[in-house]
């Protein structure tokens, strides 16, 4: 798995859509410093935080830690290192399978939660439809106001609409498959 500087990468972006920090903040409706902490490595945001803050761009986590070199031609099988990493969350790694640039209707990732881990007390929310199946440990989904602790072979499936959020709730490693259509990281 590589080793991505989000920090970088943000500043990188923000100035090829022409944003100073102060305008990409405004845009993204987070505090000034929050933009300058996260470039100057000082703070690494959550799922949630990094979304909301591209959305000012906009942008979707897919295409931020994309490979900026576009896809030839369309694969069929991937091995595990060739998914790519899209996540920049703290303890979570969210492995795509195949490449957000490539117009995709059904994005598939290979997720995992280290103990302690979590999207952060922003609830996500977008538009279209999300599902998973725990392979390894236990996750917390909240979904709007419920909220159920699964294990090994449970499974989630609801309206991406629905404020939600993912929370790490045993003492291993998590791990799922999930789907969501259409593409949002």
Same mark, same amino acid.
Not at 10 to 23: E, G, P
């Given at each position: 798995?590589?080793? $991505? ?7 990188? @972006?923000?100035?090829?859509? &022409?944003? +100073?920090?102060?305008?990409? =903040? ?18 690494? *945001?959550? /799922?949630? =935080? ?6 000012? $761009? ?22 595990? &290192?060739?998914?790519?990493? $899209?996540?920049?969350?703290?303890? $979570? ?8 640039? +490539?117009?995709?209707?059904? &994005? ?16 996500? &929310? ?6 998973? @199946? ?6 917390? @989904?909240? /979904?709007?106001?419920?909220?159920? /602790?699964?294990? @090994? ?19 291993? /490693? ?7 259509? *259409?593409?949002?990281?």
């Amino acid at each position: 798995m590589m080793d $991505i500087d989000v920090g970088l990468r943000l500043k990188l @972006v923000r100035l090829r859509h &022409q944003l +100073s920090q102060r305008a990409l =903040a405004k845009k993204a409706g987070v505090a000034n410093a929050t933009i300058s902490l996260i470039e100057s490595g000082n703070t690494s *945001p959550s /799922v949630s =935080a990094l979304k909301r803050i591209l959305a000012g $761009i906009p942008m979707t986590l897919a295409e931020f830690f994309s490979d900026e070199l576009p896809n030839m031609k369309s694969e069929v099988f991937y091995r595990a &290192q060739e998914l790519t990493e $899209i996540s920049g969350g703290e303890g $979570i790694s969210y492995r795509q399978i195949g490449s957000a640039k +490539s117009g995709h209707i059904l &994005q598939i990732l290979y997720e995992t939660y280290e103990v302690g881990a979590d999207t952060g007390l922003i609830m996500l &929310q977008h538009e279209g439809e999300e599902g998973g @199946v725990i392979l390894s440990g236990r996750l917390e @989904v909240t /979904v709007g106001e419920s909220t159920r /602790v699964l294990g @090994v072979g449970d499974a989630y499936y609801f309206n991406s609409s629905e404020p939600h959020r993912f929370r790490h709730a045993g003492s291993q /490693v998590c791990t799922l498959v999930s789907s969501c259509s *259409p593409p949002t990281f």
